[in-house]
T-cell receptor
Framework: EAGVAQSPRYKIIEKRQSVAFWCNPI?????LYWYQQILGQGPKLLIQ????????DSQLPKDRFSAERLKGVDSTLKIQPAKLEDSAVYLC?????????????FGPGTRLLVL | GDSVTQMEGPVTLSEEAFLTINCTYT??????LFWYVQYPGEGLQLLLK?????DKGSNKGFEATYRKETTSFHLEKGSVQVSDSAVYFC??????????FGQGTTLQVKP
């Protein structure tokens, strides 16, 4: 079974530029998550989708971050404009369903450096 | 609010030593508890989980017991190997499935 795919793996941009990350979840997984992991910290949820609807985006800085999951499968996370503090690893995860007992499967992440 | 606290790292052990990584949580509901591991250069992988009080999760020689009375989920292994060197994250999940992670504990095992 193929795992969660993410691209690109690495990205270097200058502040005020825009960037987009792509995620393809495990086939059949209805729930998709984007997490931000700053160096030395645990991942923090940015947004959670159930199919193509948003379940939780309370921690998403909506003035600069946006995300979509148009057909309920793959997803794109965008930052525009980027700030220095956005330097982090962006992790995508998916799970079969939604709920406390579900196991989330993580992709390899996209490492972003903002200069 | 809901949170997870892990012991500070790095933890440095010799091969075959006993490992404990402490994890405590604060939650308003009845969470499920998880340990995820991140090996060097790899993504996060589920190590084990427990979904209700007194459950014991186990995998690859690692164990953790969900203790509601002490709000803890400490990770243990009887004899660590060099290949166990990684960053370990404790996490909780509530109704929506959102994971709340601790800050991670780096384990270094020396031969």
């Amino acid at each position: 079974e193929a795992g969660v795919a993410q691209s690109p793996r690495y990205k270097i941009i200058e502040k005020r530029q825009s960037v987009a990350f792509w995620c393809n979840p495990i086939s059949g997984h209805a729930t998709l998550y984007w997490y931000q992991q700053i160096l030395g910290q645990g991942p923090k949820l940015l947004i959670q989708f159930q199919n193509n609807g948003v379940v939780d985006d309370s921690q998403l800085p909506k003035d600069r971050f946006s995300a979509e999951r148009l057909k309920g499968v793959d997803s794109t996370l965008k930052i525009q404009p980027a700030k220095l503090e956005d330097s982090a690893v962006y992790l995508c995860a998916s799970s079969l369903g939604q709920g406390a007992r579900e196991t989330q499967y993580f992709g390899p992440g996209t490492r972003l450096l903002v200069l | 609010g809901d949170s997870v606290t892990q012991m500070e790292g790095p933890v440095t052990l010799s091969e075959e030593a006993f490992l404990t990584i402490n994890c405590t949580y604060t939650a308003t509901g009845y969470p499920s508890l998880f340990w995820y591991v991140q090996y060097p250069g790899e993504g996060l992988q589920l190590l084990l989980k427990a979904t209700k009080a007194d459950d014991k999760g186990s995998n690859k020689g690692f164990e953790a017991t969900y203790r509601k009375e002490t709000t803890s989920f400490h990770l243990e292994k009887g004899s660590v190997q060099v290949s166990d060197s990684a960053v370990y994250f404790c996490a909780l999940s509530l109704n929506t499935g959102k994971l709340i992670f601790g800050q991670g504990t780096t384990l270094q095992v020396k031969p």
